[in-house]
C-alpha cells in the first residue's frame, strides 16, 4: 500500500518512491528527502511499488527489500520498463557477478547495506543532480488567458 501523503508540496522538485519493508529507515529518509523539497512516496511490497513507478514515474526509486536476487532482479526489470528515473538498489553485499546482474536488470547503483541515511540522501541527491543536468526537466508554466 502506498503512502500518499495528503497534502503534497506543490513546489516539490522531484518525485522520490522508497521501497522498503523497513519502517523505521523508512520515516528517516522520508523526513530527510521531505526537507530537500521532494514529494516521497512509499511502498511496501514489489507489485505496488511497480504499479506506483508506472502512475508516478518518479526521478528517483530506492529500492531496499529482503528478497532472493532473482526477485530482486527481476523486481528491477520491472521498474527499469515503469520508470526512467534512477533507480538505487540497497542489499547485502554480493559478489561482482551479482552486481552486474543488477545493473543489466536496470539498477543504477548497488549500494551494500547497511547504510546511514546522510549517506544514501547524499548519494541520491548527486543521482537527481546528475538527471537534471544531463535530462533537464521541464518546468511548469502558468498560462494565464
Known sequence: ???????????ARHTVL???QDAEMTSIWKTLFEQRNCRVMIEHMPQGAVQTARLLSPALTILELDL???ERIELC???RVAS????LLLAPRVNELEISLYHQAGADEYIP???SPMALLIKSMAWLARQEW????????????
Not at 544531463?134 to 488567458?145: D, E, G, H, I, S
Open 1 to 11: 500500500m502506498i503512502d500518499w501523503n495528503t497534502s503534497p508540496n506543490p513546489n
Open 84 to 87: 526512467n528515473g534512477t533507480i
Open 18 to 20: 522508497i521501497v522498503s
Open 68 to 70: 532472493s536476487q532473482n
Open 77 to 79: 526489470r520491472e521498474l
Open 113 to 115: 547495506t547497511p547504510i
Open 134 to 145: 544531463l535530462v533537464p526537466r521541464k518546468l511548469a508554466t502558468n498560462m494565464y488567458v
